[in-house]
């Protein structure tokens, strides 16, 4: 089992950074392989993926929105992931959430990560 936290939402002005965390307890840790990922839901919107990385290594997935100005990495330890955000816009506005999935990042849908966080809101304004 995994709990998710994520943490260092806030609001920036357009053209900001923010660096999110997502601090992972359980199994996370453990030598099992987790598929991490960064999604966010914007008022009246369906949420979406922004990220996912393998926990065991490999290259992150990014969608086109935000390729090239986030980016996903983790600790050590495997117990924090991080969403380095630059370049925000108002479109970016939303709640981040973070997700966990022992399936690989390739084969895992959206919405079928079995943990989730309770999410962190961003506002750009």
């Known amino acids: 089992h995994v709990q998710l936290v994520e943490s260092g939402g806030g609001s920036v002005q357009p053209g900001g950074s923010l660096r999110l965390s997502c601090a992972a307890s359980g199994d996370t840790s453990s030598g099992y392989g987790y598929c991490m990922a960064w999604f966010r839901q914007a008022p009246g919107k369906e949420r979406e993926g922004v990220a996912r990385?393998?926990?065991?290594?490999?290259?992150?997935y990014y969608t086109a929105l935000v390729k090239g100005r986030f980016t996903v990495s983790q600790d050590s330890t495997k117990t924090t992931l991080y969403l380095e955000m630059n370049s925000l816009t108002p479109e970016d506005t939303a709640t981040y959430y973070c997700?966990?999935?022992?399936?690989?990042?390739?084969?895992?849908?959206?919405?079928?990560?079995?943990?989730w966080g309770h999410g962190t809101q961003v506002t750009v304004s």
């Open positions: 990385l393998w926990n065991g290594g490999g290259n992150p």
């Open positions: 997700a966990a999935d022992q399936r690989s990042c390739v084969q895992v849908r959206d919405l079928e990560f079995a943990y």
